[in-house]
């Protein structure tokens, strides 16, 4: 869910952008695949992969320098507009030169391609927080996704209908779109700022340097490079197979085009429906080590059963996981790596040495088809699975390695990590171990850390003393209310504690106490008390309190969730959070409320039956209540029903509150003339269906509805609101007296 106004409008056009750029890139590679076997022999294919990728590497450090000299707000749209420019003059050169044209995008689809996505993501990441924009970034790589798809469907469709060459000028046009889209999206301003006091380096050599000396980026490079010598083998046999079986021209363009977008398609299932269950489960590197192990698998099987449909099914295997499960485990590779070792490595690591395994695969291909060229696949597909074992054989370092880096710098403090933002299991055990061992994090535990750290963090110590956070844990878990109590008293509370205090609020002789102290701590962490009250999972008593401790955090963060927790199935759930929202709203009346969604909530609780309705009672009553800070006052409090006045709670979250509230009172007076005026009001604002279900909960409906505007009832009302004041007087008066 978007923040405001501005985030839905950089989402949208983020994802538009990415759709296209993505849609681009994959018809691009199907019509460079297509016309370049079309104009060259099969065998011209890896001298051309060799060529691409070594003019791709200094393309890469080239680009490098610029953005160190550049802003790449300007840089990067300036990219797609030279690439776009680029495919027009290709087009053009196809009716003068079709083989030059054919090596031409052959080159330039080989080095813009990685350049151009690499620096969207960089845009995209640097324009949102990571917690805070972390579903907005997930929902754009997700319409990048679906651009795939559409993409080889693009190139399917127009191979069926015209020449290879007449998806270029459609091409140029995407990118077109995806420089206007990226225009509208870079509006949004930055909002991760970079490290200051931080020295950077200076030149290409300087990265060089850092991967010499950094062994654990040596490995990530050594994978990297492996796994795409593999894929540059096992690519040149597929595009080898389909030559051979449906030659040239469209029919070959048509193939790459439904390949390209069934890849695209299953990318989608495996991203969705795998990914966050694999990196949970099986840590990280253990996710990454799955794409050698199929590529292995797919070599394997395409030599026991050689033919164009293992060809591709070997193939594909690789692309989707490549797209799936090693991008996504492959990024958070990158956590242990501080800000400036990683922008000085990143992108050589990221697209050069992928060209570099490229350039491998392609020499290793074209060494085996000049001694073997009648019979080359059993040997390619042989280098293939070796290679893929090297690969395997490298995630063992990898897997070291990165734990030892993620510890070292979480010692020093090189990179700052949250439980609540980790989704891998190793990462996750790594910062529960270094939290144990004292270190000088501030993690915040999410429900799928909860139970490790429980059963991990009571029984270690630190170098001989107790660590504080371990020792307040085990007072808050230990059932011991005079301990507990002493130390909320007389020490302060690390939110590495939250979790634990949040469970304390299901325990009625703490309660008051916690509550206190989870208040002040609800700006910090109130992710964590979303996820407990959206959870119906955890304890009822526990979830029907935190709407109380939220109201110390009044943010638009937390008006999302409040809004959602009323859809709650437990009314008290609901009738907490609506009471918790009119207060926060009342202290930052700029919230943004989803007019539709209140509306929606308020239909949900006036269509029950009656005896629902007359029969909620507050399962906790505390003295604060008589103190809320909102028009109902100590004796409506006793007198009205929770029902109705859960009802207007909501109401005055998207109506003017003080008309609203007035309202609920004139509802309580005795006088049918002050009830009536409050009646009329209502009548003028409310949706006919919840006037409708609303007027059978009320006592003496007025026999004739009154037909008036919504200012004359409004004005009627604050007229007589000195009245309904008076009248609710004499009632408290007489109530008393009796």
């Known amino acids: 869910m978007v923040d405001n106004g501005k985030d839905r409008t950089a989402f949208l056009a983020g994802a538009g952008a990415a759709f296209l750029m993505i849609a681009q890139q994959v018809a691009s590679k199907a019509t460079r695949d297509a016309f370049f076997l079309s104009q060259y022999a099969v065998a011209a294919l890896p001298v051309m992969l060799v060529v691409s990728s070594i003019f791709s590497i200094f393309v890469v450090f080239w680009f490098s320098g610029l953005l160190r000299r550049f802003q790449p707000s300007r840089l990067v749209p300036l990219a797609f507009l030279v690439s776009a420019l680029l495919l027009s003059a290709e087009w053009w050169l196809t009716f003068i030169h079709p083989r030059a044209a054919a090596a031409v995008l052959y080159l330039h689809i080989g080095a813009f391609g990685s350049i151009l996505i690499s620096g969207f993501w960089s845009l995209v990441n640097e324009r949102f927080d990571p917690r805070s924009g972390k579903r907005i970034v997930s929902r754009i790589a997700t319409g990048g996704t679906l651009g795939g798809l559409a993409g080889g469907l693009l190139a399917e469709r127009v191979a069926g209908a015209y020449p290879v060459t007449a998806t270029m000028p459609l091409l140029s046009l995407l990118h077109i779109g995806t420089l206007i889209l990226l225009l509208r999206f870079l509006r949004r301003p930055v909002v991760v700022p970079s490290a200051p006091d931080q020295e950077q380096p200076s030149d290409a050599l300087s990265s060089l340097k850092i991967l010499k000396y950094h062994r654990y980026l040596r490995s990530l490079a050594a994978f990297v490079l492996l796994c795409t010598a593999c894929a540059a083998v096992l690519d040149y046999v597929l595009k080898a197979q389909a030559k051979s079986s449906l030659g040239t021209g469209e029919e070959l363009l048509q193939f790459f085009g439904l390949y390209y977008s069934g890849a695209s398609l299953v990318t ?375 029902s109705l006045e859960h009802v207007f709670n909501l109401l005055s979250l998207i109506y003017p509150r003080e008309p609203v509230w007035i309202a609920f009172r004139g509802l309580h007076t005795d006088d049918p003339t002050l009830r009536g005026t409050a009646l009329e009001y209502l009548e003028s604002i409310l949706p006919p269906d919840i006037k409708r279900a609303m007027w059978t909960f009320l006592e003496n409906p007025p026999d004739k509805a009154l037909k008036t505007d919504t200012p004359e009832a409004l004005r009627s009302l604050m007229e007589s609101s000195q009245s309904i004041n008076a009248s609710l007087e004499r009632l408290k008066r007489e109530g008393t007296d009796s």
């Open 268 to 642: 989608v299932l495996v991203q969705t429906l795998a990914t966050r269950r694999a990196l949970e489960r099986f840590g990280v590197v253990k996710t990454l080590g799955v794409l050698p192990v199929v590529v292995g698998g797919g070599a394997v099987a395409n030599l026991l059963l050689p033919g164009l449909a293992t060809a591709t099914f070997a193939r594909g295997g690789e692309s989707v996981l490549r797209n799936s499960l090693y991008r996504s485990s492959y990024e958070l590779l990158y956590t242990p790596i501080s800000p400036q070792e990683k922008r000085g490595t990143k992108t050589i690591v990221d697209v050069a040495f992928e060209r570099l395994g490229d350039a491998v695969g392609g020499g290793v291909v074209r060494l085996v088809i000049t001694v073997a060229p009648s019979a080359s696949f059993g040997p390619l597909l042989t280098v293939g699975f070796l290679l893929s074992l090297v690969a395997i054989l490298v995630t063992y370092w990898l897997h070291q390695g990165y734990v030892r880096a993620l510890e070292n710098n979480l010692r020093t403090r090189a990179v700052a990590l949250e439980l609540e933002d980790v989704e891998d299991y190793t990462t996750r055990r790594t910062l529960l171990n270094t939290l144990v061992f004292g270190q000088t994090i501030s993690p915040m535990l999410s429900e799928a850390a909860k139970t490790s750290a429980t059963s991990e963090v009571e029984t270690r110590v630190v170098y001989g003393a107790e660590d504080p956070v371990i020792r307040h844990i085990r007072i808050l878990r230990s059932g011991n209310r005079q301990d507990i109590l002493r130390l909320l008293e007389t020490e302060p509370v690390a939110v590495a504690e939250a979790p634990f205090l949040i469970e304390l609020l299901a325990w009625d002789e703490v309660y008051p106490e916690v509550l206190k102290v989870l208040r002040k701590m609800a700006p910090r962490i109130t992710g964590l008390l979303s996820d407990f009250l959206l959870n119906p999972e955890e304890e009822f008593t526990l979830r029907r309190r935190i709407p109380r401790v939220l109201v110390g955090s009044p943010t638009q963060r937390t008006a999302y969730a409040l809004v959602a927790a009323l859809t709650d199935q437990r009314f008290e759930v609901r009738y907490q959070s609506g009471r918790a929202l009119a207060l926060i709203c009342k202290e930052n009346p700029a919230l943004s409320i989803p007019k539709d969604q209140i509306l929606e909530a308020i239909r949900r609780e006036v269509t029950v039956d009656r005896a629902i309705w007359t029969s909620r009672n507050p399962l906790d009553y505390e003295p604060e209540d008589e103190k809320a800070a909102d028009p109902v006052d100590r004796y409506l409090l006793h007198r009205a029903g929770r």
